[in-house]
C-alpha cells in the first residue's frame, strides 16, 4: 500500500499544473503614463510706474502727494497711513572741481540706514551725480528697495531766480533731463522710473510746456524737511513728523556737504512715523493710489 506525504500530495499538483494548458496568469498591469512635467510659468513683465496724463496743451503734469480720499467735513478721515521719503542727490554741472577738492556729494551712510532700517525710497538723482559716483548710482538703482528718478542733468534752474542757480535755456530742458536718463544708462542704473524733479523745486507754465517732450511726470512734495544746509537733526526731525500727513511725500537730500545731518535726522524720524502706523512707500506707489 503506497502512503501518500504531503510532499507527494504537493508535487503531483504542480506536476498536474504544468500538464496541459498553463495555468491563468493575472492580467499584467496597465502602465500609468508619466505625469507631464508641469509647464514653467513666464516670468512676470516688469511693473509699469504709473505716471499721471498730460496737462492741458500736453503740459508736463505735476504729482505732489496722493489726494486725500477722506469723507466729507465733519466725518472722520480714511486715507490709507502711507508716506513717502524722497532723496535728491544733487550736483551741479560746475561742481566737478569742488568734487576733486575733497567735497562730498554723496552719502553712501545714509542709504546704508535706509537699508537697514528697510525704508522703500525714492532717489531723484542728478545725471552729473551719477557720473561722479557711478558705482553707487548703479549699486543704488539695483536695489529694489530704491528707484531712481530724474532730477536734470545739470541741476540748473528751469525758471529764472531759483535759489542762485544758473538757467536752462528753454530750448535745451527736455535735452537737460534726456541726458541725464543717458547718464543713468552709461553707469548700469536700473530701477529708473520716469518721473523728474525740478532743481529747487522752481518751475512755472514755461517750463512744464517745454519739458512736455521728454516724457515725464514732475514730482514735488507737500513736506519740506529743511534739511537743506541744516545742523540740527531735532528740528529736521519734527519738522516732517509736524508735516507728515496720509499719503505724504517728503524732500530730503542725500548729498552729505549740504545736508550733513540727514541721516541723524531719518533715523528719529521713521521709528517716530512707523510708531505712528504709518507705512513707507516709493513715489511710484504713492502716486498708483
Not at 537697514?116 to 531723484?124: G, H
Not at 528707484?147 to 536752462?168: I, K, M, Q, R, W
Amino acid at each position: 500500500m503506497t502512503t501518500l506525504t504531503v510532499a507527494g500530495v504537493l508535487l503531483g499538483g504542480a506536476l498536474l499544473a504544468g500538464c496541459g494548458s498553463a495555468a491563468p496568469q493575472p492580467p499584467a498591469p496597465v502602465p500609468t503614463p508619466p505625469t507631464p512635467p508641469a509647464a514653467s510659468a513666464s516670468p512676470a513683465p516688469p511693473k509699469k510706474p504709473p505716471t499721471m496724463a498730460p496737462g492741458p496743451a500736453g503740459r508736463t503734469p505735476v504729482f505732489e502727494r496722493r489726494p486725500a480720499t477722506g469723507t466729507p467735513a465733519g466725518g472722520s478721515a480714511s486715507d490709507e497711513k502711507v508716506v513717502a521719503l524722497s532723496f535728491d542727490a544733487d550736483m551741479t554741472a560746475d561742481q566737478g572741481p569742488r568734487a576733486k577738492a575733497g567735497e562730498r556729494f554723496d552719502n553712501p551712510e545714509l542709504i546704508a540706514l535706509l537699508r537697514r532700517l528697510k525704508v522703500p525710497s525714492t532717489v531723484f538723482m542728478t545725471g552729473r551725480w551719477a557720473e561722479e559716483y557711478p558705482a553707487q548710482a548703479k549699486d543704488i538703482g539695483a536695489d529694489d528697495l530704491f528707484e531712481v528718478a530724474n532730477h536734470s542733468y545739470s541741476h540748473y534752474a528751469f525758471t529764472a531766480d531759483c535759489y542762485g542757480l544758473p538757467v536752462v535755456a528753454k530750448g535745451t530742458m527736455a535735452r537737460d533731463v534726456e541726458r541725464a536718463f543717458a547718464a543713468f544708462r552709461e553707469a548700469g542704473v536700473r530701477n529708473v522710473v520716469p518721473y523728474f524733479r525740478f532743481p529747487g523745486g522752481c518751475y512755472d507754465d514755461a517750463a512744464l510746456r517745454a519739458l512736455a517732450p521728454a516724457n515725464v511726470t514732475a514730482v514735488q512734495w507737500d513736506v519740506v524737511s529743511g534739511d537743506a544746509f541744516a545742523t540740527d537733526a531735532g528740528a529736521v526731525a519734527r519738522q516732517v513728523l509736524d508735516g507728515v500727513r496720509p499719503g505724504s511725500l517728503v524732500v530730503l537730500h542725500c548729498t552729505r556737504s549740504a545736508a550733513p545731518v540727514t541721516g541723524e535726522a531719518v533715523g528719529r524720524i521713521v521709528p517716530e512715523l512707523r510708531k505712528r502706523g504709518y507705512r513707507f512707500v516709493k513715489v511710484s506707489e504713492l502716486m498708483e493710489g
